[in-house]
Each structure stands twice: as structure tokens, then as C-alpha cells.
């Protein structure tokens, strides 16, 4: 009796489910590895000759740091203590997390080519991992999940923006590459950080405070009622011929992705501090009505991550938003899309090593979805070669620089740039120019040099302002001579922007 009832108190070494065969460790990086055990056991851990030692602590969690190792595998890693766990085709490469909203969690099987695409991603050198959806306010260890090798099998569902960027490592850098896509569609920038990136700021506290009224009273049978509700609702509806609008089906608003902090507990915590090289982001869909909010979170949200993974300042690049909706005549119709285009554009002077992928010329109108994520992921795949891994090549798009004002005309000057470059036909297309007034008329232009543009209406005879590509789903055609689209701007810059 007294030795089952010793077994029963031990705790066999176990580790998260980021760990698992056929993962890959960042190469020429002290690989974090850790798991849970018995408080007191000793846990050995072995991979290529290293060996590891360490002791669980009072509350069964341990951690090592293996030697930083060279790109390539397979190997075995071994943890050993009162039983013995094996990770088999372990790889050494370059691992990138991959997050965001749908645009990010997109699968290759839905994008553009997809079946062309599927059946040719015969790639045992790229392995990914997805993190379930979990919200939730609790901080979670672990989540269920394994490593998958890519094959046209398993590619299907997977980020196809996250197996583009991969794919494109690939093929110039020749090392293994591993993808983790945590993303989760419909979410707010504010589930992704923990509920102290809100505090300390009067806006950011009152989402908090919106959100702590609202959940009172909540819970799961509130949620079931609710389901249960519209259950009801939808036989009516079918019943009745199906007029009008579906009902719409309720969501759990104690564990969604909006509610703050719930992503942040339940897909980012619990991958913490695994050996990574950087982090792709394309979010901002859902919080594009309030980009001065954004503007605040953003850079926090980063801040965070990197203190807490200990990696030092990984690089992050992210994905401007994409032109979308209805396009309009209207030069002064005001568009939260276009300011949280220049809020993205903002965090490159905020944020250090951070980088745009502007996809300005890639968008849909009628679906926030675009189809096509090859362009997007090279977009990206650009900074991580040039700035990461120092390949040689262009990278970032064109940007505005300054403007002078000659006679009736602004001359416009752009950095980033070697050679500008219209699309489709020679004249720019995308301009707006208003003068003292502030109302804008739609502008000729004209490529004048390398770098610069000339702008201006017969309306307007003393401009004093000038816009490009601004509007939700604006028509645009200047690119550098490389294929990368101007960077949407105004040279009337927000007070809110220049506050900060």
C-alpha cells in the first residue's frame, strides 16, 4: 500500500506539446526545453552528444537550455527522470511564429492555385504546428497539438501565408524551416496581450472596464441559453421560407477572441520562450475603426512578447491592410481603413526591427479575404531575407519623404526608392490635392526623376495638401521598378500621430 500510494504522488516527465517529434529548434540559439515532473526529480536531457541536467522545482516544473546548435538533423531528443520521453526527427533550422486574424489563419486550401499549390509542397524540410483556439483568462501551459511534416496532405489546411514565407526561406536559405501559426479570425489586437498591457492608459482601462461589466453575470449555461435561443430561431426561419437575413448564431463571449486577453492565455503563453527567430503579424481587420487604440496596443503588445520570450528584440513584420470594399468617387469621404494603414506605417519609426508588407494592389473588394497570399508572404519573405539573413535584395516600399510647393504644383519626394515605376499606364493614378480649405479634388501627375512625382489640379491653385492611395479600397499604380506599391500617405499628418 505505502509503495502505490508513493507512485500515486509522482508526476512522470512530461513536456508541452510544442515539443514534439518532428519539430524544429532555432538554430545557433540556447534552445529553451521544459516540462513538468515530480517536485524534487532530477530530469536529464540529451540531444547530439549534449547532456543537460536539472531538478523539478516545488511546484514539478523544470527548464534547460540546450547548446546552441548548427542547422540540420535529424536527431533524438531525450528527457529522462523517473521515465524517459523521446522526440524523434528533431530538425534544426530557422522557426518563425506566424499570428493574426483570418487573413493570417487563411489555409493554402482555400488560396489562390490551391490545388496546384497542395500537390507540389512536397517539403520534408518545412514543418508547422497550429495552436487550437483556446480564450480564455487563465494562463494555460500547454494546448493540444503535435508537429507536422509538410506534404500535399497536411499543407492543405495550414496558413498559406505562413507556408509561403516558409516555402521562400527555403528555397534561398537551403536549412530547415519551422512554421507556428497562431492565429485566430475575428480577433481584437486587445486579446492578444495580457490584461496589464491595458492598464496605466484611461482608453485602454475603459475597454477593460466595457469588458468586465459585460461578463457580469456571463457564464456557460448564459452561452447554451443563448445557442439554444437561436437554434430556435433558425427552424423558424427555415420554416418560414427564408425570408430576410439567416439568424445569426451567438458566440461565447467568456471564451471568443475579443474579450481581452483571452488569445494571450490561451495560444501565446503557453509558447513562450520557444526558441524562434521572429514573428509574422497581419491583424488590424477587426480594430480598424479606432486606430489611435491601435496605435497604443501595438507597440505594448510587442514590448511584451519580447521581454517575456527573453530572445532579445526578435524581429517582427507585419501585413499593411489590403484595399477592400466598395471603391468611391468621394476624395474627402473619411476612411478608417486608409488611417490604419498610416497608424502601420507609423510602427516603423516605433517599433525596433519591425518592417510593412504593403499590399495595397492586392486586395478584394467584395471579400475581406483576398485569395491571393503568395504576394503578401514575398512581401514578407523580402525583410526577413535582406534584414535577418542578409540576402542582397530589396525590401521595403516606398515611402513619402517630403513635398514642396512650386507655383501650383507639389513636388513629391519619396525614400526607399531607387526607381519609381507606374503600373498599366505612364500617368500616376491615386492622387488627391487640397489647398487652404482642406477639400480635396482628385490630381494629375507625372513621374518626374527617379524619386520624385509632380501633383496638382487646375482647381486647386495654392495646395497645400496632397494624398495617395487614400481611401478604403483606393485605385493606385506607382510602384518601385522591383514591383513593390508606394506606401499609402498623407502629408497632413494627424495631431494624434504626431503626439506620440
Not at 489611435?292 to 521581454?307: A, H, Q
Not at 494624398?467 to 506599391?485: C, I, Q
Amino acid at each position: 500500500m505505502l509503495a502505490l500510494a508513493t507512485h500515486a504522488l509522482r508526476a512522470e516527465v512530461s513536456l508541452p506539446s510544442i515539443f514534439t517529434d518532428h519539430m524544429v529548434l532555432q538554430r545557433n540559439l540556447a534552445n529553451p526545453v521544459w516540462g513538468k515532473a515530480t517536485p524534487g526529480e532530477n530530469v536529464s536531457v540529451r540531444i547530439d552528444g549534449q547532456i543537460h541536467q536539472t531538478q523539478a522545482d516545488a511546484n514539478g516544473k523544470w527548464t534547460v537550455k540546450l547548446d546552441p546548435m548548427n542547422a540540420g538533423g535529424p536527431f533524438t531528443l531525450n528527457i529522462e527522470g523517473n521515465n524517459t520521453v523521446t522526440i524523434q526527427d528533431v530538425l534544426i533550422g530557422e522557426v518563425w511564429v506566424c499570428s493574426g486574424q483570418s487573413n493570417m489563419e487563411w489555409p493554402l486550401g482555400r488560396s489562390n492555385d490551391s490545388q496546384l499549390e497542395a500537390k507540389s509542397a512536397n517539403y520534408p524540410k518545412i514543418r508547422f504546428i497550429t495552436i487550437p483556439r483556446n480564450g480564455t483568462q487563465e494562463p494555460q501551459d500547454d494546448f493540444e497539438g503535435a508537429w507536422e511534416i509538410c506534404s500535399p496532405k497536411t499543407v492543405k489546411e495550414f496558413s498559406a501565408i505562413g507556408y509561403y514565407f516558409g516555402w521562400r526561406l527555403l528555397q534561398v536559405l537551403d536549412v530547415p524551416i519551422g512554421l507556428i501559426d497562431n492565429s485566430w479570425g475575428g480577433s481584437m489586437i486587445e486579446s492578444w496581450v495580457p490584461r496589464e498591457d491595458l492598464q496605466g492608459d484611461p482608453e485602454l482601462e475603459a475597454v477593460l472596464t466595457k469588458w468586465d461589466k459585460r461578463m457580469e453575470g456571463y457564464t456557460d449555461e448564459t452561452y447554451q441559453q443563448a445557442l439554444a435561443d437561436y437554434e430556435v430561431a433558425k427552424a423558424a426561419f427555415i420554416a418560414g421560407g427564408k425570408i430576410g437575413n439567416w439568424p445569426h448564431r451567438p458566440s461565447n463571449l467568456a471564451r471568443g477572441q475579443m474579450r481581452p486577453a483571452n488569445i494571450y492565455n490561451g495560444g501565446v503563453y503557453p509558447i513562450i520562450g520557444y526558441g524562434i527567430k521572429g514573428m509574422l503579424w497581419y491583424q488590424g481587420e477587426s480594430n480598424a475603426g479606432e486606430p489611435d487604440r491601435y496605435l497604443k496596443i501595438f507597440p505594448r503588445m510587442l514590448k511584451t512578447y519580447r521581454e517575456q520570450w527573453d530572445q532579445g528584440d526578435f524581429p517582427c513584420y507585419w501585413v499593411q491592410l489590403a484595399d477592400y470594399k466598395a471603391e468611391h468617387d468621394d476624395p474627402n469621404k473619411r476612411s478608417y481603413w486608409a488611417e490604419m494603414r498610416e497608424v502601420q506605417t507609423a510602427f516603423m519609426d516605433r517599433v525596433p526591427n519591425g518592417g510593412q508588407a504593403v499590399i495595397i494592389d492586392v486586395g478584394e473588394g467584395r471579400d475581406i479575404h483576398p485569395r491571393n497570399k503568395r504576394v503578401p508572404a514575398d512581401r514578407l519573405a523580402r525583410w526577413a531575407l535582406a534584414k535577418q539573413y542578409g540576402v542582397d535584395l530589396e525590401y521595403r516600399s516606398p515611402e513619402y519623404e517630403s513635398m514642396e510647393i512650386v507655383d501650383n504644383k507639389a513636388i513629391l519626394s519619396f525614400k526607399h526608392v531607387r526607381q519609381l515605376y507606374t503600373f498599366d499606364i505612364k500617368e500616376p493614378i491615386g492622387f488627391t490635392i487640397a489647398g487652404e480649405d482642406g477639400q480635396f479634388v482628385w490630381a494629375k501627375a507625372k513621374l518626374v526623376g527617379a524619386k520624385q512625382i509632380e501633383v496638382w489640379s487646375d482647381a486647386v491653385p495654392h495646395p497645400t495638401q496632397v494624398r495617395y492611395g487614400w481611401a478604403t479600397n483606393p485605385k493606385v499604380n506607382v510602384y518601385s521598378y522591383n514591383g513593390l506599391p508606394l506606401t499609402p500617405f498623407r502629408t497632413d499628418t494627424p495631431a494624434y500621430l504626431q503626439d506620440q
